[in-house]
């Protein structure tokens, strides 16, 4: 009974997400991404993870999430990738509602890592090409995802390299460490050359700094070259990656407290400027 149950929410959570939106996602992002007056709770839940956030995310930036654990970074970018729908407020893509968007057609458009990442226990091939399914077969593009995630060392020292089954309890099957599994999750999200929306939720926390600043300078010039209007999300705790970013937004307890340049959030003294001192002090 209980599974039925289960199936049955399913189908009619399925059913009503078919019905939801229809619209085919923009080509481009002109103007950007507009959070406004953005609440959210967690379904079966009272409490607002998110409360009142107003946001503009500009086109072709690169913008950073700092905030400590629990302040709603993660969801936030949940909510963009339209994986639940805000309790109150409205999510702008290029001046379409969100809402209105035909789910599969926007996330067609979304590459990256989430910081709750699936370890997919295929053939390193197929657990890299699901990123994109249409090139699930294509060597040379699951080498070069692989590469752009900065996880050559990894593919090299796989006994079968693209060919080898992961996960111990399987035949022949190599067990990675969580930061391997990490890396591959990325490159995964490499698979799409062109997303228009680019999230990478903490993807490298088993990267040493040094590494992580490195990679997510990268990812930010690809992202400016670009006519598109790409934009790239980082959330990060290494204040030494965050403030490269062209934007930072700080989440407290629920709520955005500032956003704006390094620069800006410096000369301001405020939250941000406490929780960089504070980690700056713990380097030296
Ligand atoms: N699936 C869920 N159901 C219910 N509550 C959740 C769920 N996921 C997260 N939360 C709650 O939402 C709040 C915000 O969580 P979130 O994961 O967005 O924080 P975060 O800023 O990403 O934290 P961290 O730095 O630890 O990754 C937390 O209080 C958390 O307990
Ligand atoms: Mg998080």
């Avoid at 654990?69 to 963009?80: D, E, H, M, P, R």
């Avoid at 657990?127 to 249409?134: E, P, T």
């Avoid at 490195?214 to 999300?233: N, V």
């Avoid at 800006?264 to 980690?279: F, H, S, T, V």
Wanted: proline residues 4%.
């Amino acid at each position: 009974m209980d599974g039925a149950q289960r199936l049955a929410w399913l189908e009619d959570y399925a059913a009503g997400e078919h019905e939801a939106g229809k619209l085919a996602a923009p080509e481009t992002l002109a103007d950007g991404i507009r959070v406004e007056g953005l609440s959210f709770a967690y379904p079966g839940s009272e409490k607002l993870v998110l409360d009142g956030i107003d946001l503009h995310f500009e086109p072709g930036s690169v913008v950073a999430i700092v905030g400590e654990n629990g302040a709603g970074k993660s969801t936030l970018v949940k909510l963009l990738a339209k994986l639940y729908a805000p309790s109150k407020g409205r999510i702008l893509v290029g001046g379409q509602d969100l809402r209105d968007l035909d789910s599969a057609s926007w996330r067609g458009k979304l590459s990256g890592a989430f910081q709750d990442f699936f370890k997919f226990e295929f053939k390193t091939q197929h657990a890299v090409g699901l990123g994109d399914l249409a090139k699930m077969d294509d060597r040379p593009a699951v080498e070069r995802a692989i590469n752009e995630a900065g996880a050559d060392d990894l593919l090299a020292r796989l006994p079968r390299g693209l060919d080898t089954q992961l996960g111990a309890a399987w035949p022949e099957g190599v067990e990675l460490s969580f930061g391997q599994w990490q890396k591959l999750a990325v490159a995964r999200g490499f698979m799409r050359p062109t997303p228009l929306l680019l999230i990478l939720d903490e993807p490298t926390a088993a990267l040493d700094a040094e590494t992580e600043s490195g990679l997510f300078e990268r990812y930010a010039q690809a992202a400016r070259k670009r006519r598109d209007g790409r934009i790239t999300i980082l959330i990060s705790h290494r204040f030494s990656t965050v403030r490269i970013a062209d934007k930072i937004v700080v989440l407290d307890g629920s709520r955005l407290v500032e956003t704006g340049s390094h620069a800006e959030l410096m000369a301001k003294e405020g939250r941000y400027a406490d929780l960089y001192r504070i980690q700056a002090k713990g380097y030296r």
